[in-house]
């Protein structure tokens, strides 16, 4: 057996011709779908992609490195007050306005030194305190908002400028290949290029030397330190990746919402972030991807009731921490393999 092919092949994205057609179809599919959908599907596709992303980024800190987070509510709303008050107040020489999507990248990388502090603060604690901990945080952030009203506008809020690409206003109605594109879709293609980017990131750090040391970290500290893997460098690592991903996300999201206000980054969210990667899948990408998408969904679809949605979402939570802990992720795994069995097993039936 070569096992130097074996290790290469282990960390490729894409295994096979079929994955990469799979891969081909799917992103096809994503590029095409405003031209089908109608203007509220395309706004529910908007969110399902900001929740992916933060739901990658939350289980790199919680599934890979085991750390317990109660306060990425507070990176987003970093992300997102920072995102919109560059673009209201920041104006590059001869007058020229900040470009979007540096001010959202510039919002990520604000949000990921705080995580690295709040990381590093938070060193000595561990399980039950790191949430209180990180709680905490999101409960000081939004408590901050609140009181800076002469900066954050408070209870009152913020209202988002115009998104402008290039020069080129989305509230803008543009034509490609013929295709009249809206402002919802527009914002549509700068979210999915966005999720799309950062999923293809979290992949390849979870491939990577790095990810590696957060799985190490994550099962066994003690372990890991006496293998010589600096356990305080990659905890806090994991703690500003994570919240490059949520504040990101916090500002696409408030950039989409078009207003801001305090209580949207309340610590009730936090809740609904955890809950996406336990149903997901702990330690899993594409866990993250499958229990935002349903998280997001069953609200939307029982929005007349929203106790049905409440009670739905608690019991599918129940469920799957009951009797499937690797979450959607590791059911679906579990089930491919028993069709791989199976069809292995007529096999040798036959022959």
């Known amino acids: 057996m070569n096992k130097r092919h074996d290790y290469y092949n282990d960390i490729r994205l894409i295994k096979s011709v079929r994955s990469a057609v ?50 990425h509510s507070g ?3 970093v992300g997102a007050y920072f995102s919109v008050m560059t673009l209201i107040h920041l104006k590059l020489p001869f007058n020229i306005e900040t470009p979007f999507i540096a001010a959202v990248i510039l919002s990520g990388f604000v949000a990921s030194v705080i995580g690295l502090v709040l990381g590093f603060i938070a060193l000595r604690t561990k399980g039950p305190y790191l949430a209180i901990v990180t709680l905490g945080f999101g409960i000081f952030v939004e408590q901050s908002l609140v009181l800076t ?29 013929s295709q009249k594109l809206s402002s919802e879709n527009q914002v ?5 290029l966005a999720a799309l980017l950062l999923i293809l990131f979290a992949l390849k750090i979870v491939r990577s030397k790095v990810g590696r040391a957060f799985i190490a970290v994550g099962d066994s500290e003690a372990a890991s330190g006496a293998l010589g893997i600096n356990v305080t460098r990659y905890r806090t690592m994991a703690f500003a990746v994570s919240a490059f991903y949520v504040g990101v996300a916090g500002a696409l999201h408030a950039n989409m919402m078009d207003f801001i206000e305090p209580s949207q980054y309340g610590i009730m969210i936090n809740i ?6 336990v149903v997901g899948g702990l330690g899993s990408i ?42 959607l992720s590791g059911m679906l795994s579990q089930l491919a393999l028993k069709i791989k069995g199976g069809r292995l097993y007529r096999g040798k039936r036959v022959r």
């Not at 609904?272 to 990667?277: E, G, P, T």
């Not at 993250?288 to 739905?312: C, D, N």
């Open 22 to 71: 799979g891969v081909i179809l799917l992103i096809v599919l994503l590029l095409m779908f405003p031209i089908f959908a109608g203007k509220y599907f395309v706004y529910v596709a908007n969110l399902i992609l900001i929740n992916i992303i933060v739901a990658v980024g939350l289980n790199l800190l919680v599934g890979y490195t085991g750390q317990i987070s109660l306060g």
């Open 75 to 77: 990176f987003m709303a």
């Open 149 to 177: 009203e002469s900066i954050t506008g408070g209870r009152s809020g913020l209202r988002t400028p115009a998104i402008s690409l290039f020069g080129h206003s989305v509230t803008d109605e543009v034509s490609i290949f």
């Open 188 to 192: 549509y293609f700068i979210i999915l």
């Open 272 to 277: 609904d972030m955890i809950a996406m990667i």
């Open 286 to 327: 594409f866990g993250s991807i499958l229990g935002a998408g349903l998280l997001t969904v069953i609200p939307l679809l029982f929005a007349k009731y929203s106790f049905a949605s409440a009670i739905i979402s608690g019991a599918i939570m129940i469920v799957i921490v009951i009797f499937q802990p690797r979450g």
